[in-house]
């Protein structure tokens, strides 16, 4: 089980931009309101690559998949084409560079207005700053601000504000000390 990461994520912009935006995240499997899935989409074979050890036929994997209900290890060969081809080879190793967390998120609309939309989520073990900055790379007119915190992570929460990409400024609180950096 993970140390569950409680987060608010506010977007900030246009009347238009947010309709747009509101309606491209509510393109999930899950039914939630908000995922990484629907801006960030994960490729199907790293999706189905699953990790952790295994042993087939005599043989230990670290990475394989299922193929007509058989467990097939990719070779040292299939991994570096995997790499060279998505610049991963698993979903693990995708979602912790492209989403900063292991698992995507399932994310609830709390408010909506014109110029704005609020939604909440966990995320395990931390919070996703990867996975905001890079929606925010797309909504270059729009600003994203990402707080997060809660019982689990230790006491420590923080914000993060972005835009086009980039961090515009961030604040971190822990053991009751204030970090900030502006960018």
Not at 85 to 98: F, L, P, S
Not at 117 to 130: K, L, T
């Amino acid at each position: 089980m993970p140390n569950w990461c409680e987060n608010k994520l506010i977007v900030r912009g246009s009347c238009a931009d947010i309709t747009a935006f509101v309606k491209k995240a509510k393109l999930t499997e899950d039914g939630s309101d908000f995922c990484f899935e629907a801006f960030i989409p994960m490729p199907k074979e790293l999706r189905e690559a699953k990790t952790g050890f295994t042993t087939i036929d005599g043989k230990e994997f670290e990475v394989w998949r299922e193929v007509n209900g058989k467990n097939v290890g990719y070779t040292p060969k299939d991994l570096a084409a995997l790499r060279k081809k998505y610049g991963y080879t698993n979903w693990y190793e995708r979602n912790i560079a492209v989403i900063g967390t292991k698992w995507d998120v399932s994310g609830n609309l709390v408010s909506q207005r014109d110029t704005c939309v609020i939604y909440n989520f966990d995320s395990a073990w931390g919070p996703p700053d990867e996975g905001v900055k890079a929606i925010s790379a797309l909504y270059p007119d729009m600003t994203f601000e990402l707080s997060w915190g809660g019982y689990e992570m230790g006491g420590a929460t923080g914000s993060t504000k972005y835009k086009n990409g980039d961090i515009m400024k961030v604040v971190r609180v822990q053991d009751n000390e204030e970090y900030e950096d502006e960018e």
